[in-house]
């Protein structure tokens, strides 16, 4: 296979890759520049008709939807519940848990709230940042740490989306690909809480802090593989931030130690607290909690009304139509449950008319980030192919000559690359479901010519869930996450401090990853 068909096949990826890194421009307009790049590629020199370039472009935003639209509507219920006072009620909860315990505060809020609250959609990188202020953390500590703790079970974020979008792409049930995620689960999310207190205070605060950091990450990972085996993947967040939480709860009851100290709450804060009770500020995360417990749970016919029975197909590509799965989506039940909680948090019609004002203005560029990455994807997977759909001659597909490329340069050890690829794929597409959607094929496709040379029968769907879990862990060297969490402490030139430490602890976990990948694939 010549070189410049392996140089054009990753052209699209390489100019998105140099655009964020080179040129710094923002990751929407990276993502519609590399679109139209694909499209050139597949069209002029892969000789895929350009009706079919833009049919699967279509095909592809279409297939986007589950992870664009419940990033809208998870805005849509934050800025709601920031108008009502209802995350302020949270937050000031947040503030009084384990004073003057600095490891347990760390893995309580980071990891703890940090992995609930993006499994219900809340955007920790805005949230907790302000909260880690408050307690006297630094500035570096406070732009860094919430967006690595949420990266333990960041497959779980959105009511479990990067789960449901892997699940489509290698055609399996959501409930069987949840077990290949889960085991990674308690050595990942433990080397991410020894991480966190390494970048806080190096050797001594591993040292000090080391059984909160064991107790926060086997939890998160043990209840990660028992909602798996009970067929709930989508709320594990949920299930799984809640166990950390208690968990380390009943650790600082057991040491002796005070749990709670009021004396850091401000008027502000008071005011919160009189506003609104606990019960009401989180009502719609309890009905979310509830909705996605009955509509999942195996053993309720729900799950198969809404995602087999009610699946909604719209047949963009021939023969491979999209399911719509509208009653199952997290998007539908976050917009009912916001709505419905809407009394309950006293919200005001001016509040109401001002926050859906707002969160139409914030939810737009991360709506077009996420879907042109899937668009890029679905280009890449059916180029070559006819108007007829049929795929004649492989070396006209870009997925198969970068899988072929790679099988021929890594061989068995693809396995271990792919996830130092699924971290690439999440730093260029930002997220982690974005990453899975632009590598699956590349990984499935490979790990079969893997294994047709000979050297050995490797596991595609292992070395997928092995780059997604990669894809995941980018997020602490997002520069669009990292300048979040620093313009909501007013600190936006503090962000490019963070990058590089970030950088280093990204790289170390997606290491273990990798051996683990290695070891699992074969």
């Not at 709601?80 to 505060?105: C, D, S, Y």
């Not at 990660?224 to 931030?241: K, P």
């Not at 492989?394 to 061989?411: D, I, P, Q, R």
Request: net charge positive; charged share 10%.
């Amino acid at each position: 296979m010549d070189i410049v068909s392996v140089l054009l096949a990753f052209f699209p990826v390489i100019a998105i890759f140099l655009l964020l890194l080179v040129y710094r421009v923002a990751a929407d307009v990276a993502g519609y520049i590399g679109w139209a790049v694909a499209v050139m590629v597949a069209w002029l020199y892969f000789q895929t008709p350009l009706e079919v370039v833009l049919t699967a472009s279509v095909a592809g935003l279409v297939a986007s939807l589950p992870i664009a639209l419940v990033m809208a509507a998870s805005i849509m219920q934050v800025t709601l519940m920031q108008e009502t006072g209802a995350l302020a009620r949270v937050v000031a909860l947040m503030k009084t848990i384990a004073p003057g315990q600095q490891t347990v505060q760390i893995m309580i809020i980071n990891i703890g709230f940090g992995i609930l609250l993006t499994s219900l959609g809340a955007v920790t990188v805005s949230i907790l940042p302000p909260i880690m202020i408050a307690l006297g953390y630094s500035t570096f500590t406070a732009i860094l740490l919430p967006a690595l703790g949420y990266d333990a079970l960041c497959t779980y974020a959105l009511l479990g989306i990067p789960a449901v979008v892997f699940a489509q792409f290698v055609g399996q049930p959501v409930q069987e690909v949840g077990l290949h995620f889960a085991y990674f689960m308690p050595v990942i999310s433990t080397c991410i809480a020894l991480g966190m207190l390494q970048l806080t205070g190096g050797t001594a605060m591993v040292k000090k802090g080391l059984v909160p950091a064991l107790l926060a990450g086997l939890t998160a990972g043990v209840v990660a593989i028992l909602m798996a085996h009970a067929g709930l993947v989508t709320i594990t967040g949920i299930a799984a931030g809640l166990a950390v939480i208690l968990v380390l709860v009943a650790y600082v009851k057991l040491t002796g130690k005070t749990l709670q100290d009021r004396s850091l709450l401000n008027e502000k804060d008071l005011a919160a607290e009189q506003r609104l009770s606990l019960g009401r500020a989180c009502s719609p995360w309890i009905m979310l909690t509830v909705f996605s417990l009955i509509l999942n749970a195996p053993f309720l016919p729900f799950f198969k009304l809404t995602f087999v029975e009610w699946a909604m197909p719209l047949e963009i590509i021939p023969g491979n139509p999209e399911k719509l799965r509208l009653l199952w989506q997290a998007y539908f039940w976050v917009v009912v449950c916001t709505f419905l909680a809407l009394p309950i948090m006293k919200a005001t019609g001016e509040q109401v008319k001002r926050g859906l004002k707002t969160s139409a203005r914030r939810a737009m560029r991360p709506i077009m980030s996420a879907s042109v990455f899937f668009a890029i994807a679905y280009i890449m997977n059916h180029s070559g192919k006819g108007v007829d759909w049929k795929l004649v001659d492989t070396s006209h597909n870009m997925v198969f000559v970068m899988a072929n490329a790679a099988a021929g340069v890594f061989g068995k050890f693809y396995a271990a690359v792919a996830p130092f690829l699924g971290l690439l794929g999440g730093f260029i597409s930002g997220s982690e479901s974005s990453s899975i959607a632009m590598l699956t094929k590349l990984h499935l496709s490979t790990a079969e010519q893997i294994t047709a040379s000979g050297a050995g029968v490797a596991n595609g769907v292992v070395i997928a869930a092995g780059s997604a879990i990669g894809g995941g862990l980018a997020s602490v060297i997002s520069p669009a996450k990292l300048q979040n969490a620093a313009s909501s402490i007013d600190k936006i030139r503090e962000a490019s401090t963070a990058i590089r430490p970030a950088f280093v602890v990204s790289v170390l976990i997606t290491a273990v990853c990798s051996i683990m990948t290695m070891y699992w694939a074969y």
